[in-house]
């Protein structure tokens, strides 16, 4: 086994331990109601959303890059999807899926537009998707003219919050694991995934090396838009509506959040995916912790603030002890 692969799962490995730890602390200070089967279920359901979303970031970010539209986009794709799914006169299976597929398409759109000025005009990444978060909430009030977009159609009750073949276990955790295995593959077993390392890692020598940098940046962007689309999807399919409000909170720092307590680098050229499940995961325990703590609202603003700050610390720490060693 290569000694980058070998440190990488004894990394996992570290992570997944900290994980089980920090459960076992939260369980009893929670008085055992932590690992109860119904509040998992529940933590899973929570961090679907946030890890899904930091699944586009990872690709942009491990190009040296970012997203910050992410958040405006699921309020956009859902109001459109909910739009759409009223007027289609569609029903059943392929209601559902064609609501995906506009979804991911006016996703993968705005992500294509948010690649353009980074790739054709060297702009930072985190002006330009600043401009798209604005214009993207933007359209979204106009579209739906600032009220929520009811859903009609009951068809997409069970894909919102049902049980996935009659268990307790929501199809939007399907949905979650779906994206893990399909975006590990893309990323850690295909030529597009080492480019994507190789832009991070050194963008001018990948150019050299024949990588085509302007295709490869904007496809990360367009990924991150469609996973935007797909979490609109699953919250519109959720709340039974598309709302201009949905999406405009802490969604888009808590998916940054959990791609850096991840260990994705923001320098880029280094991340995966399982990290950012990880981190993710530990966000999920942490907020759900506090909820069940009864923590101050404000509070708990503050703890994640604090682990990302720390993940961060110790991510350089990391670094520099690697360098003398």
């Not at 970031?57 to 956009?76: H, K, N, Q, R, Y």
């Not at 002006?127 to 009811?150: C, D, E, K, N, R």
Request: glycine share 12%; aromatic share 8%; hydrophobic share 55%.
């Amino acid at each position: 086994m290569k000694p980058e692969v070998r440190n990488y799962w004894l990394r996992v490995g570290g992570a997944i331990v900290v994980l089980v730890v920090v459960a076992l602390i939260i369980n009893f200070a929670a008085h055992g109601s932590f690992l109860d089967k119904g509040n998992i279920v529940r933590v899973l359901r929570q961090i679907t959303y946030n890890f899904i979303m930091g699944v586009g970031e990872t690709f942009v970010i491990i190009t040296a890059g970012i997203d910050l539209s992410i958040g405006s986009l699921i309020s956009l794709t859902g109001v459109v999807m909910a739009l759409f799914a009223n007027a289609s006169g569609l029903h059943g299976f392929p209601l559902i899926v064609l609501t995906l597929l506009v979804g991911l398409a006016v996703g993968g759109a705005a992500g294509f537009v948010n690649a353009v000025p980074v790739v054709k005009l060297n702009l930072p990444p985190f002006i330009t998707t600043l401009a798209m978060m604005q214009i993207a909430l933007g359209l979204s009030y106009i579209i739906s003219g600032g009220l929520p977009v009811h859903v009609n159609s009951t068809d997409f009750q069970h894909t919102g919050y049902g049980g996935f073949l009659g268990t307790k276990l929501p199809v939007p955790v399907i949905w979650m694991i779906v994206v893990l295995i399909l975006s590990s593959l893309l990323l850690m077993r295909t030529r597009f995934g080492r480019y994507v390392f190789a832009i991070g890692g050194n963008e001018e020598a990948a150019r050299l090396a024949g990588i085509s940098v302007g295709r490869v940046k904007t496809a990360v962007y367009v990924i991150s838009g469609m996973c935007a689309g797909t979490v609109g999807f699953l919250w519109m399919a959720l709340f039974q509506s598309g709302s201009p409000q949905t999406g405009t909170g802490n969604e888009m720092l808590n998916a940054i959040a959990a791609v850096v307590v991840g260990g994705t680098s923001l320098m880029g050229g280094r991340g995966a995916i399982v990290g950012t499940l990880l981190g993710a995961l530990l966000i999920g325990f942490l907020d759900n912790a506090m909820n069940l703590l009864q923590v101050n609202s404000y509070l708990q603003f503050v703890v994640l603030g604090v682990v990302i700050l720390l993940a961060v610390v110790l991510e350089e720490l990391r670094k520099r002890y690697f360098r003398r060693a």
